[in-house]
């Protein structure tokens, strides 16, 4: 079921919270979660708050005749990011899958509205942008390794996906508040919009006109969506489309959403196999800082890794395994997945390591997989 906008004078104990839709004053929802008493719905209409965002199916009618003032929501600055424990990879395994999955359905259902030239259903990237930015909160190396590792022929729907994951992990790395990581996902996922009628093939800043007229139809969009994307082809010296911003001109958001498309391009050129991460890195860094913000893509390669989660490495022993998740204190030694023995070409027993852990293993290099005829998806 899509969310639903509600104003405070229908908001309900019971109803579960999304996020905040239109205020007047500058309230942020923490997290989001369930209205537990009218208390709260008296204190989001202090603060300005006129109309939210709910999802219906995580409603709770139990509550609609509570009296309590248990849990209400919280609000936040964005020096006030929410420290939480971080979740075990495999715990977060399955929660991130049916993420990743819920994500390809409805960018596809919006690829299709704007093939279609049909209304474009908003709610839709509501929705994904809510569970992504929920997902990479608890562990964002999950997300990371299920999106590289993923396949799809449609360009489009594959570069919009990547783009969204990557802007998620690098908006909680850099610590923004939840509703702007939120907002940022949801600039990833419209950027590409004006190439659905343009073509693929049609270059990023040609393409940037009609996606801005595609966003204009669209009711409720955060004003700050469209300047990303309208910037988000701009060069920090003053090139670039549209010409003449330089630097910190150009807003934080148009910066983060052109590393991210830049990276994404650079490591899965069409109709071509993806690229070497390291290599990958090595081109984005080569683009500031004429074109990308230098301490931004530095702080993006540290995002995600020396060896990205979801990349397939060749240890010095010979064995391969798969990237699972980044050691932020010590880069070149992520966890991985061994699964694979490169020069007796027979599979091993799969094991995770830690390679922090195991000083005996080494990584030589990243591998492309195909070249012995295996696919990383089947050793996740």
């Avoid at 801005?212 to 969009?221: I, S, Y």
């Avoid at 010296?237 to 549209?242: F, I, L």
């Avoid at 852990?357 to 089947?378: T, W």
């Amino acid at each position: 079921m899509a969310l639903q906008e509600v104003s405070l004078q229908q908001l309900q104990p019971g109803d579960f919270v999304v996020r905040v839709s239109q205020q007047t004053g500058s309230v942020l929802i923490k997290e989001a979660g369930l209205v537990r008493s009218q208390k709260t719905i008296e204190l989001l209409r202090k603060k300005g708050v006129l109309q939210v965002w709910i999802d219906p199916e995580l409603a709770d009618p139990s509550l609609r005749s509570s009296l309590s003032d248990d849990d209400q929501p919280a609000e936040h600055s964005s020096s006030d990011e929410s420290k939480q424990p971080r979740t075990d990879f495999a715990a977060e395994l399955p929660k991130a899958e049916r993420t990743l999955q819920q994500l390809q359905r409805k960018q596809h259902r919006l690829l299709e509205s704007c093939r279609r030239q049909d209304p474009i259903d908003l709610a839709l990237v509501q929705e994904v942008s809510c569970g992504l930015a929920d997902s990479v909160s608890r562990n964002q190396d999950v997300l990371l390794c299920l999106s590289r590792i993923a396949q799809s022929s449609d360009n489009l729907l594959q570069h919009a996906i990547h783009c969204a994951v990557y802007i998620a992990a690098f908006g909680h790395h850099l610590q923004l508040p939840k509703g702007q990581i939120q907002d940022l996902i949801m600039a990833a996922l419209l950027h590409d919009l004006g190439k659905v009628t343009l073509g693929d093939d049609c270059s990023d800043a040609r393409a940037i006109p009609t996606s801005l007229k595609l966003l204009a139809e669209m009711q409720r969009l955060p004003a700050e969506l469209t300047l990303w994307v309208a910037q988000h082809c701009a060069h920090m010296d003053g090139s670039g489309h549209p010409a003449g911003l330089h630097g910190q001109q150009l807003h934080l958001g148009s910066r983060i959403l052109a590393i991210v498309n830049q990276y994404d391009k650079l490591s899965h050129p069409a109709e071509h196999k993806p690229v070497n991460p390291q290599l990958a890195s090595k081109r984005l860094l080569e683009k500031t800082p004429h074109q990308l913000d230098n301490e931004l893509t530095q702080r993006f390669i540290r995002c995600i890794g020396i060896y990205p989660p979801g990349s397939v490495v060749k240890l010095h022993s010979g064995k391969l395994g798969l990237v699972l998740e980044n050691n932020p204190k010590k880069p070149t030694q992520p966890k991985v997945k061994i699964f694979y023995h490169s020069q007796h070409q027979h599979h091993l027993p799969m094991k995770v390591l830690d390679l922090a852990k195991h000083q005996e293993e080494s990584i030589d290099y990243c591998i492309d997989l195909e070249q012995y005829g295996l696919q990383a998806a089947n050793y996740l």
